[in-house]
């Protein structure tokens, strides 16, 4: 089991960056690939992205990709989305989740629901 806590949020312009952070108090933290997904108001939440556990391996939803990246320091136990050339479609509540030893994570569709939750943290961006 992990705890998951989101920070970094908040507002910014269109064409600013912002990164968010996923941070677990357990070692064990390095074990669990990491999702990232947002929740827009009125929409449904979206997987944008995911780091696996056991390497350097990210995936990335087109709407993101070139723009979002997620990084891991496990000797910190954070997870990292930094987010450049924000766009005001971007405002929404970002969460992490944690799932252990997931291997596949280039499927949006997979479901993160049984995985480990933060918080989130909301992020909003102005034209």
């Known amino acids: 089991q992990v705890h998951l806590v989101e920070s970094g949020g908040g507002s910014i312009q269109a064409g600013g960056s912002l990164t968010l952070s996923c941070a677990a108090s357990?070692?064990?933290?390095?074990?669990?690939?990491v999702g990232w997904f947002r929740q827009a108001p009125g929409k449904e939440r979206e997987y944008i992205g995911a780091i696996a556990w056991s390497a350097d391996i990210t995936y990335y939803v087109r709407s993101v990709r070139g723009r979002f990246t997620i990084s891991r320091d496990n000797s910190k136990n954070t997870v990292y989305l930094q987010m450049n050339s924000l766009k005001p479609d971007d405002t929404a509540v970002y969460y992490c989740?944690?799932?252990?030893?997931?291997?596949?994570?280039?499927?949006?569709?997979?479901?993160?629901?049984?995985?480990?939750w933060g918080q989130g943290t909301q992020v909003t961006v102005s034209s």
């Open positions: 989740a944690a799932r252990y030893k997931l291997i596949l994570i280039n499927n949006p569709d997979d479901d993160w629901s049984q995985g480990y």
């Open positions: 357990e070692d064990t933290f390095k074990n669990y690939a």
